[in-house]
């Protein structure tokens, strides 16, 4: 089983739509979790970090199940300029990150 | 405004040479590291360092090394031992070292092909 294992899509959703992705981790000991945002040849940009509790930025919602080892992002009322990769981000312990392929998603107008 | 930059932006390397990319910030970060990205991959990383005068390998260090004489610096050197250079190198530097709370800050890399 991989560290951190994501569906890379892509998601063609159409505007105004609701989606979600998921993100699986292995290590039961990891600490921090984040999501990335990232546009076609452009670096990572942090989206937001993810908390037991659940946290909400606007129009996304991220959320961490520890039991089932998983986190999620939920985007509501898609925008076009949403289309990009999101990288699934996982703190295990002492220098020791693994990042997700990230899963692309396609806002189609 | 605080950031992590990188040159060049492209960087093309003929068979057996050794290049050098550069990466600065102004963040007054800790550790900073460097990670590769190939397509259909994550990110993996390179070397990072949490100190001046201080480096670790990370997972694919073969063929390439750094060094951390300033804070704010952290070149790579991509040498002509590392046989499959093409990608793009991502810098990164946290404010705390070990388990960062607060995430990494990208630089907006450099993308390197061999000729």
């Known amino acids: 089983r991989k560290e951190v294992e994501q569906d890379p899509g892509p998601f063609n959703v159409p505007e105004g739509a609701t989606v979600a992705f998921n993100c699986t981790y292995s290590?039961?000991?990891?600490?921090?979790f984040f999501w990335y945002r990232q546009d076609c040849r452009k670096e990572p940009k942090l989206l937001m970090s993810v908390y037991s509790s659940g946290n909400e930025d606007g129009r996304f919602t991220a959320q961490l199940n520890r039991a089932s080892q998983y986190i999620s992002l939920l985007i509501r009322d898609s925008k076009l300029s949403d289309s990009a990769t999101y990288l699934c981000v996982v703190f295990g312990g002492y220098q020791k990150v693994t990042f997700g392929i990230g899963t692309k998603l396609q806002v189609i107008p | 405004d605080g950031g992590i930059t990188q040159s060049p932006k492209y960087l093309f390397r003929k068979e057996g040479q050794n290049v050098t990319l550069s990466c600065e910030q102004n963040?007054?970060?800790?550790?900073m590291y460097w990670y590769r990205q190939d397509p259909g991959q994550g990110l993996r990383l390179i070397y990072y360092s949490q100190i001046v005068n201080d480096f670790q390998k990370g997972d694919i260090a073969e063929g390439y090394s750094v060094s951390r004489e300033k804070k704010e610096s952290f070149p790579l050197t991509v040498t002509s031992a590392q046989k499959n250079p093409t990608a793009f190198y991502l810098c990164?530097?946290?404010?705390?070292?070990?388990?960062?709370?607060?995430?990494?800050?990208f630089g907006s890399g450099t993308r390197l092909t061999v000729v």
């Open positions: 963040l007054n970060h800790d550790a």
């Open positions: 990164a530097s946290s404010i705390d070292s070990g388990a960062p709370t607060a995430g990494y800050t």
């Open positions: 290590n039961s000991a990891s600490q921090s």
